[in-house]
Nanobody, 122 residues
Framework: QVQLVESGGGLVQAGGSLRLSCVAS????????MGWFRRTPENDRIFVAA????????YYSDSVKGRFTISRDNRKTTVFLQMNDLTPEDSAVYFC???????????????WGQGTQVTVSS
């Protein structure tokens, strides 16, 4: 089992930035890819970004490409999502997820965090 805890959400004005963090604990001795998803009242969880176990490959949805950056620390237990140039359409609950498959376009994840709210005001 892998436990994931997100932090860093909050309220920001349009054009601003936020940095989300996700700390993994538990069975972290295996290499796993990590991803970020977001959910709004209108939509189920939608893929945002993913990163492989050592940070050498990343994968983004078209809606955030060029504005968001996913990264992970050297110990590979924390993943970050730097979000720049935020718009009200980015408002959502953001979830961190982990999986053992390193094929990033595969959006099936085994472990999920509880989410952190991001609200972007216009």
């Amino acid at each position: 089992q892998v436990q994931l805890v997100e932090s860093g959400g909050g309220l920001v004005q349009a054009g601003g930035s936020l940095r989300l963090s996700c700390v993994a604990s538990g069975r972290t001795n295996r290499n796993y890819a990590m991803g970020w998803f977001r959910r709004t009242p209108e939509n189920d969880r939608i893929f945002v970004a993913a990163i492989n176990y050592d940070g050498s490959y990343t994968y983004y949805s078209d809606s955030v490409k060029g504005r968001f950056t996913i990264s992970r620390d050297n110990r590979k237990t924390t993943v970050f999502l730097q979000m720049n140039d935020l718009t009200p359409e980015d408002s959502a609950v953001y979830f961190c997820a982990a999986k053992y498959s390193q094929f990033l376009p595969d959006l099936s994840y085994a472990y999920w965090g509880q989410g952190t709210q991001v609200t972007v005001s216009s």
